[in-house]
């Protein structure tokens, strides 16, 4: 049994911080392949940012490169999305992923096996 729970959304103007966590219950995530996504109305889901708890490496999608990171805390099973200079156009619902395996194409929404019901972020101008 798998349960991700997301938390740390909220009203932001442009140009300010949030930081977004997601707790693992269940089972250990240490090596865990996870991921955040995000879904703005209207829209496909859309990759923002993985990590690999077991080898640590990290990955962003081109337009969130240099204004988010992501990281990990293997011992108390959580990963946290630490958002920058966010935007308007970044206002969505966000969600954290898993999966068992590493897999390339983890871009894709459709490789995770687990979700989180998601956290809402929305930017001002």
């Known amino acids: 049994q798998v349960q991700l729970v997301e938390s740390g959304g909220g009203l932001v103007q442009a140009g300010g911080s949030l930081r977004l966590s997601c707790s693992a219950s269940?089972?250990?995530?240490?090596?865990?392949?996870m991921g955040w996504f995000r879904q703005a109305p209207g829209k496909e889901r859309e990759f923002v940012a993985m990590?690999?708890?077991?080898?640590?490496?990290?990955y962003y999608a081109d337009s969130m490169k240099g204004r988010f990171t992501i990281s990990r805390d293997n011992a108390k099973n959580t990963m946290y999305l630490q958002m920058s200079s966010l935007k308007p156009e970044d206002t969505a619902v966000y969600y954290c992923?898993?999966?068992?395996?590493?897999?390339?194409?983890?871009?894709?929404?459709?490789?995770?096996?687990?979700w989180g019901q998601g956290t809402q972020v929305t930017v001002s101008s």
């Open positions: 992923a898993a999966d068992k395996v590493y897999r390339r194409s983890y871009e894709s929404p459709a490789v995770y096996d687990y």
């Open positions: 269940g089972v250990t995530f240490s090596t865990y392949t």
């Open positions: 990590i690999t708890w077991s080898g640590s490496s990290t």
